[in-house]
């Protein structure tokens, strides 16, 4: 369901392997709480705690950009937890974000 | 007034400033290593001393102009400013307490003993503190704020990177010398030449106008004061601070360890190879850039001109590719941020001055050659030293500089 995406930080940065269009992505976080910021081509979803999904609109890339005091054991099931729910066609309320 | 009017761009030339200082970006890897090669040449005591007076230098007519331009008037007011900045600016979160004779500070998220402990902090213990760039820019901040005749000195006295739950600062009034003119606006302009024009401009420029206008949003917007920009620590940053710490280094180097002097300017060059493979690396690894740009395809003028956009955007200078092959680059530039400063402190009285700029470019072809652009490894510090560390057949010479009167900053890097 992910694996670490490229980069040079340690486990902060997760992809997303299923293949979801990006409206649907957007419209699930949306749903859950996450803040939407379109930048055209990409867009930004941001949980309260901190948490970001990156969107690539043209090819469908989604990235799991965890915040920065995630502790380091946590994160991947912190990242599992938000693909999750962005895979998972169940709607959720805020306070699971 | 809103701090963020006070933002400029010396638009042909790429040179960004605020209230007439000149800031760039920089991520953790760059801010880190450039520390480390201090401390590890002069020792941590004499090194920290030194970055910690460097970052009051290169703060304190900052903040004296900020504070000018805003017509801020009580210190509680230039304090609040201060402490603010240095959030947005990705610094973390600084709190003053102190007043003309001196007080304390704390920080959390501090850039870089949190940046440091995330990095290193697995795989070893730190013996001394990390925040001297946070101290300095305290002890400016106080004495700004205050107005007063005297300086602060001040100490680091927990710290997150050895395992304190926070950062904790004592200021007291007394002096900390300074050896060097920071450069402002004024002093930039007097050092830049006519924008030159090169190879793939149209993509540069394109590159570049779109990568500042997402980067001129993402300042300060964590609630820690730690800035996310491309999935990398970002800072936005003081040059004079940079420049402080590595010409001393030069300086001390020439002057009483002339042995040492080749291996001093390799480390310093080292920090262009340690910004571009993680942070213009990162830049190109990102979604952002898969979105902005496309997909990253490795390709040699691609990348190169990627490169070119990435280091205009932030703030670098408007570097352009002059010449291009596969066993040859030349990086032409009419500004980048060591020269001016260089310049005005007459401190490396020779071509060879930009190191920053000489690194980069050869980490530049170094990448383009050596990563593996269509399975794209994680950058890893293993990776880095795989790529950076081996033997390898690039070499690097600067052959023009600004700082010594010639028209454009010339760095050639050549395959053996």
């Given amino acids: 369901m992910i694996e670490r995406d490229d980069g040079c930080m340690r486990g902060f940065l997760w992809r997303v392997k299923a293949s979801l269009p990006p409206e649907q992505v957007i419209g699930r976080l949306s749903a859950q709480g996450f803040k939407h910021t379109d930048h055209r081509v990409f867009s930004v979803l941001s949980a309260r705690q901190g948490h970001k999904v990156i969107v690539v609109h043209s090819t469908g890339r989604v990235q799991i950009r965890l915040d920065w005091t995630t502790p380091y054991t946590e994160r991947r099931s912190e990242a599992l937890r938000i693909a999750q729910n962005i895979i998972s066609s169940e709607r959720h309320t805020e306070n699971t974000v | ?154 100490q680091e006295t927990q710290c997150y990177a050895q395992l304190a739950e926070r950062c904790a600062f004592t200021l007291e009034a007394g002096m900390m010398p300074t050896k060097i003119v920071p450069v402002d606006e004024s002093a930039a302009r007097q050092s830049i030449q006519p924008p030159l024009s090169g190879l793939a401009e149209d993509r540069i420029a394109d590159i570049d106008a779109g990568l500042r206008t997402f980067l001129g949003g993402v300042a300060g917007a964590e609630d820690t004061g730690l800035v996310d920009a491309f999935g990398v620590f970002v800072t936005r940053h003081l040059p004079n601070y940079y420049n402080a ?148 057949h690039w070499q690097v010479e600067q052959t023009r500089s600004l700082a010594n009167g010639d028209a454009y900053t010339e760095v050639v890097v050549t395959k053996q």
């Fill in chain 2, 1 to 154: 007034m809103d701090w963020k009017d006070l933002n400029s761009t010396i638009e042909h030339a790429d040179l960004d400033f605020l209230a007439d200082q000149p800031l760039v970006y920089h991520c953790h890897h760059f801010n880190l290593f450039l520390d480390q090669t201090i401390d590890d040449f002069f020792g941590a005591e004499k090194g920290i001393a030194l970055r910690t007076s460097a970052a009051r230098a290169a703060s304190y007519p900052f903040l004296t102009s900020l504070f000018n331009k805003m017509t801020l008037t009580t210190p509680p007011e230039r304090l609040l400013l201060a402490q603010t900045l240095f959030s947005a600016f990705g610094h973390g979160r600084l709190y003053i307490d102190a007043g003309v004779s001196g007080g304390t500070a704390s920080g959390e998220f501090l850039h870089y003993g949190y940046a440091w402990r995330e990095k290193y902090g697995a795989i070893s213990k730190r013996q001394t503190p990390a925040d001297a760039f946070a101290a300095g820019y305290a002890s400016a901040a106080v004495q700004a704020a205050f107005d007063t005749a005297h300086e602060f000195t001040v």
């Fill in chain 2, 245 to 392: 710490i590595s010409y001393q280094l030069y300086a001390a180097a020439k002057q009483d360890y002339p042995d040492l002097l080749p291996v001093a300017e390799a480390l310093l060059r080292e920090s262009g190879h340690v910004c571009v493979f993680n942070t213009f690396g990162g830049i190109l690894y990102s979604p952002e850039w898969e979105a902005m740009v496309g997909r990253i395809e490795g390709d040699l003028e691609e990348v190169v001109s990627s490169c070119m956009a990435i280091a205009r955007a932030l703030g670098f200078g408007r570097w352009i590719i002059a010449e291009l092959d596969e066993s040859h680059f030349v990086l032409r530039t009419g500004s980048e941020y060591e020269s001016p400063f260089c310049h005005v402190n007459e401190c490396a009285p020779n071509t060879n001055n930009a190191y920053f700029v000489q690194g980069a470019a050869l980490a530049i072809m170094r990448l383009w050659q050596e990563l593996n652009w269509k399975e794209k490894p994680a950058l890893t510090q293993d990776l880095y030293k795989n790529l950076f560390k081996s033997e390898h």
